[in-house]
């Protein structure tokens, strides 16, 4: 029970250290705090993919990166296009003349102008570049997307496990304390020493402590969880005990990296960047190159004064600017945008080979998930058996107490090892798909099939 663990770890420390409270009065309020924190319905894994998606603060931030790169494009146009511009002056003027003495007078006019590029290699460059800048934020958002997905799904799968340690802590607590009341009935009629009553207390003791530190990490895993979510969540669905176990298809190591190569988003994003660093070179080139510009203008002047006279001028121009010197600023930003360029290179292949070793990673890891859930369903079956006939030794006093609490709990870490490996199983396939491009809301809702609601719940 996840939201419960404040709660249980609250009557832990009640029994341990006020023993003499433990009465059906504390039992009855324990119990009725439990009842008030129950949620009536537990939540799935797709719900709490569907509540991320809103609130989750680094999805928020990828789309708001993504909104702000696809203003690259009208950016890039923008130089492509005329550019209009209106200018007017009014002036109030006094004049002293020997001719016509002291006046005061206004000159007033303006000036409308259109200026259209002809030759802007830089515009052009940009323009282009701006196509890469929008390939590499749909990639960029799309692998957070996919690396949402898989964030949930691990925080997820660690609050159940988490869970699972809690649980089988506290069943092997309770084992261990029906021991160790057996210990001290048994030693009460002489049939064992005080040592295996010493020994069960002290068993016992360290079961309370280690489900305290289990309690304590199901709590943080839900805090890892509020991250994402931006709330806290009470109960969850289980994962079934049976769950489908298949292998990636296709079958073979190297036909996923092929397809990793080809469609994973991070990289995909990796090699825009390269070519929006090739293009940074290009426009940083151009700075040396000439432009040219068609300008039409349009201007009224109208001067007062001893000359008075209102006059219209329009034109058209063409205009060549030559840049022949900028104390070498043009040719340091060329050695900077190439050494950029250097740069977003080698970063790709790092994306290349972590996009490799993930996908290997993420395969054999699912191969191995597959081989370790059949290998540990068949050691829960010898380990009941060798428990059963500890038990038995034990009663007829051929094994000490010792040797049956051990027996328990390799039974009880066994099934929390098997739930932990069956939830890397589903990771890993996770991670194999995001690695591969392939991963989408769909796997959560293929995953959400086999959970059920905790029969606590």
Request: with cysteine; charged share 20%; aromatic share 8%.
């Amino acid at each position: 029970m996840p939201g419960h663990a404040p709660l249980t770890l609250i009557w832990i420390l009640i029994e341990m250290h006020y023993p003499q409270y433990n009465n059906r009065l504390i039992m009855a309020t324990f119990t009725a705090c439990l009842l008030w924190s129950n949620p009536l319905l537990a939540e799935d894994l797709n719900e709490i993919y569907q509540l991320a998606r809103q609130q989750d603060p680094q999805l928020k931030a990828a789309v708001a990166s993504r909104e702000a790169a696809y203003t690259a494009r009208p950016q890039a146009l923008a130089g492509l296009l005329p550019h209009i511009t209106f200018r007017t002056n009014a002036d109030r003027i006094k004049q002293d003349s020997s001719l016509s003495g002291s006046s005061v007078f206004n000159n007033t006019g303006y000036d409308l102008s259109l200026t259209q590029p002809v030759f802007n290699y830089r515009a052009i460059q940009q323009y282009r570049q701006s196509d890469f800048t929008l390939r590499q934020a749909d990639a960029t958002y799309g692998a957070a997307v996919q690396e949402l997905i898989l964030r949930v799904s691990e925080s997820y799968f660690n609050v159940l496990a988490a869970g699972d340690n809690v649980e089988f802590a506290r069943t092997n607590k309770a084992a261990i304390a029906r021991q160790r009341e057996q210990a001290r009935k048994r030693f009460e009629v002489g049939l064992i020493a005080i040592t295996d009553v010493h020994e069960a207390e002290a068993l016992y003791d360290q079961a309370v402590a280690t489900e305290i530190a289990a309690i304590n990490e199901q709590a943080n895993s839900l805090e890892t969880l509020n991250v994402i979510t931006g709330a806290y969540h009470e109960q969850l669905h289980l994962l079934q005990d049976t769950i489908p176990l298949v292998k990636p298809d296709p079958e073979g190591m190297d036909k996923w990296t092929d397809i990793s190569l080809k469609q994973n988003l991070s990289l995909q994003a990796a090699n825009a960047a390269v070519e929006i660093a090739k293009k940074s070179v290009d426009i940083r080139k151009a700075d040396h190159l000439p432009t040219v510009d068609m300008v039409l203008s349009t201007r009224n002047q109208d001067v007062g004064g001893d000359f008075a006279r209102e006059f219209d001028t329009d034109s058209i121009s063409v205009q060549l600017s030559v840049p022949i010197y900028s104390g070498g600023l043009t040719s340091a930003q060329v050695n900077e945008s190439a050494f950029l360029l250097q740069q977003s290179r080698q970063q790709a292949e790092f994306e290349r080979r972590s996009t490799v070793a993930q996908t290997r990673n993420a395969y054999r890891g699912v191969l191995t998930g597959i081989s370790q859930v059949l290998a540990l369903e068949k050691s829960i079956i010898s380990t009941r058996s060798a428990l059963e006939t500890t038990e038995a030794g034990f009663e007829v006093g051929t094994r000490t107490i010792v040797d049956v609490l051990n027996s328990q709990r390799l039974l009880f870490q066994t099934k929390r090892d098997l739930a932990r490996t069956r939830y890397d199983y589903i990771l890993n396939y996770l991670r194999l798909k995001r690695a591969a491009g392939t991963l989408s809301p769909d796997d959560i809702l293929r995953i959400n099939k086999y959970l059920t609601v905790s029969d606590n719940s």
